[in-house]
């Protein structure tokens, strides 16, 4: 199936301002998606760490199932899937 600007619009929407935790053993990091773009396969990220936000894009990935993430970490290291955000005040349920 060919996607329409529509579908790619109402991906885009569905991880806007999404908000994933993440421990890297010294701090507790918080990355909230300020955009994705599927056109130019990156993610634009706001990272909060140690009460210090920054913003970075990277490079949208897919793993071998098919699930979006982006590399993350001194050596980028760390996989960080986009199915692992939630919209902010969503239920964890």
Known sequence: MKETSANIENEVRKFYLSEFSYDDGEYEITFNILDVSFVYETITIAITRAGRISQ?????????????????????ENKIKLDDFVNIGEDDD
Do not use: A, N
């Not at 990277?58 to 001194?74: H, S, V």
């Open 56 to 76: 970075d894009t990277f490079p949208l990935l897919r793993d071998k199932d098919g699930q979006l993430y982006f590399e993350f970490g001194l050596f980028y």
